[in-house]
């Protein structure tokens, strides 16, 4: 059982306050991703859970006893950190047998669960092997492994990704995902990335300044984001925002379209806004173009990858009559 | 880019390397040759001094006068014991500071270090009269903890850089990892700071070894380290410069051949953190 709950939690850092009251509900078995820009109070947040940062005030439940005041062991719960914080003077076998070692485990079932984790993370051979001596992926696959031999509550995740490469971050992204499937624990995963908030979570959360700006499920997110904030940050490239005379004709401060939920085309039809190609990027499958629409501004449009516009080229862009968001001065999202 | 050196400027840099060195070393390789000469031979000029016959009679009249082995066993047990003393007390208190620094830790370190300013003789008569009401005076006890209050500062101010040096997220992994705080500062901290404990050890020994302030003014008879047996030599006999040297050499010579063999790891701890 993982479940974790959050009551009026506050943290403050001399006169800086860094969450201010923040309620939370994380169920057993969800993976849940903190994605927020840096300096949103995601990685506190996260500390608060494990122990390693004392709340200023407020209650943390963990599988609802009190865990506020537990010290990080008592809590239950492991954590991957994003420099990956490996013992450098010690084995990879003696590094993910440490946990069990505190744990007062004997020594016949230490090596049986450090054997098995090894062989789930592909890391068997490397078990006589110092950290030093490892890649960046196998590092973190140490990490991991160092976390699960514990079976822990809840698995707690800081940037794990953020110090590899392009295509091993994909590829651990996988694995990550794999693993909670396999495990079915509770994850809770920081990350700036809203793509890796996208591709993994069940459930989001997306934090500005300690406070959360929504809660739920990647699509619900997408597709109906209580805020401009959350609008602009989930979804990439980013969501166009315009103001002026066009949000007025939609009765709204500012409207909101994605580039993804535009039509271009190099003639004109009814409701399109007329345009000027300006840089085109070009991704094999798709194409974003950033266009020059006038007074509506400089907007990002995404198109088919064989689309031949150049740059100067007149064409015309339609939004999707059913994915404009609409948006009041202060940012909050206006009902359908 | 390097900068181009000529032959001829490097020989004149490495001449010049030499003298500076040999000036600097010279009184240690004047007290070695004097040891080596008879009383009367080594009052003479220097040129004389040289050309003298070889001889070890000092040592033999050093050794049939005072038992040497007496206060290098003290001076062993004086300098190992306030290094172990020292690091015991100095680990912790650095982990603190470095780990789970207050509002006052730069404060704290800054005293340690000002009690380092204070001459020490300003307090040798409250030192000695506790001593005296305590039953410590002539005791390798009382010498132990003293050298070791005296040392604590720099042991502390060691260490504490060092620790610096250790990622604090790896000790917050333990902690996950369930560790108590025991067995992270036994199991991650201690093994990790390794090299710049040992250096802070050596250097600590060194320190205590060569202390005579102290050593000089609490001992008598029975716990006089090294230092006292040298200064045996000076006063009450005159100035006996053969006997006198051979009663360095002896004494300086088991703490030049540790240094000499620890150097490397002496130098890397000194400079343990200056090059990434």
């Known amino acids: 059982m993982g479940r974790i709950t959050l009551k009026q939690v506050t943290k403050t850092f001399g006169d800086v306050n860094v969450i201010p009251p923040l309620d939370l509900e994380i169920n057993d078995g969800e993976f849940v991703v903190f994605v927020g820009p840096s300096g949103c109070g995601k990685s506190t947040l996260l500390r608060l859970i494990a122990g390693l940062e004392d709340v200023t005030s407020g209650v943390i439940e963990i599988d609802g006893t009190d865990a506020t005041h537990l010290p990080p062991a008592k809590r239950g719960l492991a954590m991957v950190f994003q420099s990956y914080a490996l013992y450098p003077h010690m084995s990879v076998r003696k590094n993910i047998a440490f946990p069990l070692k505190m744990a007062g485990i004997d020594q016949q079932a230490i090596e049986e669960k450090v054997t098995s984790a090894a062989k789930v993370l592909n890391l068997t051979d490397y078990l006589e092997r110092r950290p030093g001596q490892l890649s960046g992926g196998q590092r973190q696959r140490v990490a991991i492994g160092r976390a699960i031999v514990r079976e822990p509550e809840a698995f707690l995740f800081d940037e794990p990704l953020s110090n590899l490469d392009a295509a091993l971050r994909v590829n651990m992204r996988l694995e990550i995902s794999q693993l909670h499937q396999d495990l079915a624990t509770t994850m809770i995963y920081v990350t700036h990335d809203q793509v890796e908030a996208m591709t993994m979570a069940d459930k989001i959360v997306v934090l500005q300044a300690g406070i959360i700006e929504q809660v739920g499920s990647p699509l619900e997110l997408y597709n109906s984001p209580a805020n401009q904030f959350v609008a602009g940050f989930i979804g990439s490239p980013k969501m166009n925002f315009i103001g002026g005379k066009t949000a007025a004709e939609h009765k709204a401060e500012t409207i909101g379209v994605r580039p993804e939920h535009f039509i271009l085309s190099d003639k004109k039809s009814a409701g399109a806004w007329e345009a000027r190609i300006g840089v085109a990027e070009h991704l094999g499958s798709d194409t974003f173009f950033h266009v020059d629409a006038g007074d509506k501004g400089i907007l990002t449009v995404r198109a088919i990858g064989e689309m031949g516009l150049r740059h100067g080229d007149k064409c015309w862009i339609t939004p999707d009559k059913n994915r404009i968001h609409r948006f009041t001065a202060d940012g909050k999202t206006i009902g359908k | ?276």
């Open chain 2, 1 to 276: 880019m390097a900068r181009a050196v000529t032959p001829r400027r490097k020989a004149l840099n490495t001449a010049i390397a030499w003298i500076i060195g040999l000036l600097i070393f010279f009184p240690i390789i004047w007290v070695f040759v004097l040891s080596f000469k008879a009383e009367g031979d080594a009052i003479k000029a220097p040129l004389e001094v040289l050309s003298s016959p070889w001889t070890l009679e000092s040592y033999s009249v050093v050794q049939e006068r005072s038992d040497y082995f007496k206060h290098f066993w003290n001076s062993v047990i004086l300098s190992v014991g306030s290094t172990f003393l020292g690091l015991l007390v100095a680990v912790p208190a650095a982990w603190a500071m470095a780990f789970v620094p207050g509002k006052r830790t730069k404060d704290i370190l800054m005293w340690m270090l000002s009690t380092k300013m204070l001459p020490a003789v300003g307090v040798l008569y409250p030192i000695y009269l506790l001593f005296i009401q305590l039953g410590l005076l002539d005791s390798r006890l009382g010498l132990v903890v003293v050298l070791m209050l005296i040392n604590l500062p720099i042991i502390i101010w060691m260490l504490y850089t060092y620790f610096r040096e250790i990622p604090g997220e790896i000790l917050e992994a333990a902690r996950m990892d369930g560790a108590t705080l025991r067995s992270e500062i036994l199991y991650i901290l201690t093994p990790m700071a390794v090299p710049g404990i040992a250096s802070t050890l050596l250097l600590n020994v060194i320190l205590a070894w060569n202390e005579a302030f102290w050593t000089l003014n609490l001992t008598a008879a029975n716990a006089s380290p090294l230092t006292a047996f040298i200064a045996s030599y000076s006063s009450p006999e005159g100035l006996f410069y053969a006997k006198l040297s051979a009663a360095s050499v002896m004494a300086i010579a088991p703490i030049l051949i540790m240094g000499w063999f620890s150097q490397k790891q002496l130098v890397r701890g000194l400079t343990f953190g200056a090059v990434k």
